[in-house]
């Protein structure tokens, strides 16, 4: 299936982030794009946990010392652990959008912010990101209910991709044109659009698209 120049720009941008965190300085023109370079098995060779999410929500939020309100995205999620054993989990989330702009998420968020999500959300049982991050126990009745907050990266969302980390065990090993090796683990990849948004920010619709698990 033919990708979308806009998924093309995310996949190529992406690659480029996680080599430049790896210490790799690499040029994008140098490599192909990241789902022609390494794509996950077809089947799951390795430890895989359940993951289901709701739609990336706005939520405006009046935080002591600003003088006016400060926007916010949010996404919410439950992790479940149906493999055969005890497994750790470390998630992360990025926020990626098709200028190639990268946000990680909980950076910098006051927990006022997480207070007003959960109340929001009528979940007693939500947690931060960062909390959740340990042992995941077997079994249905251990999932646990998470948020990854982000500060609104722009005004004008339009189409951008979530990558979450830390639900499978299956990785890689690639090597850089100057043969250095950088590990890619295997990451789901959401993808999302807002149209309209720069009118009337968080009332439109988030329309989701397809989502795919990719090396990165």
């Known amino acids: 299936m033919k990708q979308s120049p806009i998924k093309q720009s995310i996949l190529a941008r992406s690659l480029a982030v996680t080599l430049s965190v790896c210490g790799v ?24 946990l359940v993951f289901t999410h709701g739609k990336p929500q706005r939520v405006v939020v009046e935080i002591p010392g600003e003088k006016s309100p400060v926007a916010y995205w949010y996404m919410s999620y439950s992790v479940t652990n149906d493999t055969d054993r005890e497994q750790s989990f470390f998630p992360f989330f990025e926020l990626i959008d098709d200028s ?3 946000a990680r998420s909980d950076k910098l968020v006051p927990p006022s912010v997480f207070e007003a999500i959960r109340k929001r959300e009528g979940n007693k049982f939500l947690e931060p990101s960062l909390k959740i991050a340990g042992e995941i126990r077997l079994g249905e009745d251990q999932a646990r209910d998470g948020v990854a907050i982000w500060t609104e990266p722009a005004p004008e969302m339009g189409a951008f991709s979530i990558f979450v980390g830390g639900l499978s065990g299956e990785h890689t090993t690639i090597k850089t044109t100057d043969g250095k090796p950088v590990i890619l683990r295997k990451t789901r990849q959401l993808n999302f659009l807002v149209r309209g948004d720069e009118v009337y920010a968080g009332e439109d619709e988030v329309n989701s698209n397809p989502a795919v698990w990719v090396m990165r």
């Open 25 to 48: 300085a690499v040029l994008v023109s140098a490599l192909p794009v990241r789902a022609e370079i390494a794509k996950p098995n077809l089947y799951p060779i390795a430890w895989e």
């Open 100 to 102: 190639g702009n990268v």
